[in-house]
């Protein structure tokens, strides 16, 4: 098996462009779309993507923080987007950090049971949830080192930072966290 750490990659750019099984997106409870990377994906994606999440809102009434769903591309590259919820920062005493954890672990799970072996995500919560932006790349790069030592299916995990600072902060964390 190859190591953990040779599994994941930092680009620079914009996730909608990336050709991967699955894309990850920071959306809201409400699943309706919003600003940020959550407005690019539903742009970019087309109509189909918010169909389903209407069915998905219609079955299960919305998606709680730290959470996660899966629908259809539509007509983006990657084949799949699975909708997170990242907490809102509110200082940090409000279990913020394990709610963060927790939607990298479900993204990953749900792409494991859907087949997805290459898997994008853009920082979650770090832009209008106003996340810090180190100490969410800490729980990023920990927790998807952590599910890709558990977990061989997944071949490939890209964090797609928008923002120089994200991608900075981002590599530094996976050099600090060699697990071989
Ligand atoms: N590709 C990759 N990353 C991006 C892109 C992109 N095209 N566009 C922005 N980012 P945000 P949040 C980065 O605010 O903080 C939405 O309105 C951005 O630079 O999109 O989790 C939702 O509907 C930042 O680093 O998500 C929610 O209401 C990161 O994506 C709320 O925002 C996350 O920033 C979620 O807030």
């Known amino acids: 098996m190859q190591s953990s750490n040779s599994r994941i990659e930092v680009l620079q750019g914009d996730i909608t462009k990336v050709h991967v099984d699955a894309i990850v997106n920071a959306a809201n409870s409400s699943l309706m779309g919003g600003g940020g990377v959550d407005g690019a994906?539903?742009?970019a994606g087309g109509a189909a993507i918010l169909e389903e999440c209407k069915l998905i809102v219609a079955r299960q009434g919305g998606c709680p923080t730290g959470e996660a769903v899966i629908t259809t591309g539509g007509n983006l590259p990657a084949k799949h987007v699975i909708h997170t919820v990242g907490p809102v920062w509110h200082g940090g005493s409000y279990h913020e950090a394990e709610k963060l954890a927790e939607c990298y672990q479900n993204s990953l799970t749900l792409a494991v049971?859907?087949?997805c072996k290459t898997i994008a995500f853009p920082n979650i919560s770090?832009?209008?949830?106003?996340?810090p932006k180190e100490k969410a790349a800490h729980i990023a790069v920990r927790t998807v080192l952590d599910f890709l030592q558990k977990e061989t299916s997944i071949e490939k995990v890209i964090f797609v930072c928008f923002d120089e600072e994200n991608a900075l902060l981002t590599q530094q964390e996976i050099k600090k966290t060699c697990i071989s």
């Open 41 to 43: 994906i539903h742009r």
């Open 113 to 115: 049971q859907n087949k």
């Open 126 to 131: 770090t832009g209008v949830y106003h996340f």
